[in-house]
């Protein structure tokens, strides 16, 4: 995702609203996300797609990094064997 410019990316929602299809082709054009205010304070964000996914993605995988980490830390490992056995009784089962 590229960084926020302060002059072309920050617009109020009354600007906003009355040239959506400008908007969304200057974020098609330049993939920077706009920041839309109301009231002087900032009120959404419209990301592109990817950028979405990109977020969604990366949120996802450092949660799975902070439970490996939590299982990690209070012993919730095991060793190349065990993962063997287990999966081994789980392919028994089907």
Known sequence: MKTISIKNDIIPIAEFKTG???WFKSLQKSGHPL??????????????????DDLVYKKSFLDS???????????????TDEIKAALAARRSKE
Not at 65 to 79: F, K, L, Q
């Open 35 to 52: 920041i839309i205010t109301q009231n002087g304070k900032p009120a959404g964000v419209l990301l592109s797609p990817d950028d979405y």
């Open 20 to 22: 959506i299809s400008k």
């Open 65 to 79: 990094v902070g439970r490996g980490i939590s299982d990690a830390e209070s012993g919730r490992t095991y060793n």
